[in-house]
């Protein structure tokens, strides 16, 4: 065989938006790029057709121009924290891309789409990640 394989493709079936009260305070940036404690946060979830890609090294993520700059994978796809619902809302119906490692950035046909952050469903963060060991605070180092 010659030339050179296409890129995999990342189908997105859907997207889920959770409000979660997270385990611990978070230190992050705000929607200003201000440092801010944080004790919630919105989980966006993408469920992805994409037989492995998703857990490449190379894989990144964009809601418009900006790269996701942290995420994790679930079962079905892969997740991402917003920890200032104001960011939140500057993202909104921004277009979803992908890319894996230097091959040219691919839309992945649809938008952010948020709704109304009011109706969100709220969870526990250990409720979605239940077999997470938090620290033993009873050990001495």
Known sequence: MSGTASPPSVVLRSIEILHVELEEPVLARDADG???TFEDAYMVRLALDASGVPTAPAFNLYVGERRVPEMGGWQS?????VYDPALLERLAGGELFYQIGTEERRSLDARLEIGDLNEVRTVREAELFPNRRKPDETKEP
């Open 34 to 36: 201000e440092p801010r």
């Open 77 to 81: 796809g892969v997740y991402f924290y």
